[in-house]
């Protein structure tokens, strides 16, 4: 069975840094592109950023673009969300999540998901 376990959340501070990483098991993780979402408190799952499967091509929301930066390392069969200049407005939780195949944006076109890890910024 495909598992998929986010780390690395926290509770910090406007202005800090942290990096999310999602371990996979049981998955051809090299023909899996590889995506973070995010679910803030009242308001609908939205997608942060993605991969392909061998890191080259990468996606962004424009809301994230040049704080955030997805990596992967496929010896590891992990994927990483390195998250600077943490705002409180990113505070959320944040899910990872495989499809086989490019990478989009959509979150109904990815197969398996993590639980999800808690992500607080304080002001």
């Known amino acids: 069975q495909v598992q998929v376990a986010e780390s690395g959340g926290g509770l910090v501070q406007a202005g800090d840094s942290l990096r999310l990483s999602c371990a996979t098991s049981?998955?051809?993780?090299?023909?899996?592109?590889m995506g973070w979402f995010r679910q803030a408190p009242g308001k609908e799952r939205e997608f942060v950023a993605a991969c392909n499967g061998d890191g080259g091509d990468t996606t962004y929301a424009d809301f994230v673009k040049g704080r955030f930066t997805i990596s992967r390392d496929n010896p590891r069969n992990t994927v990483y969300l390195q998250m600077n200049t943490l705002q409180p407005e990113d505070t959320a939780v944040y899910y990872c999540?495989?499809?086989?195949?490019?990478?989009?944006?959509?979150?109904?076109?990815?197969?398996?998901w993590g639980q999800g890890t808690q992500v607080t910024v304080s002001s």
């Open positions: 049981k998955l051809s993780f090299r023909l899996y592109s």
């Open positions: 999540a495989a499809r086989l195949g490019r990478t989009r944006m959509m979150e109904y076109e990815y197969q398996f």
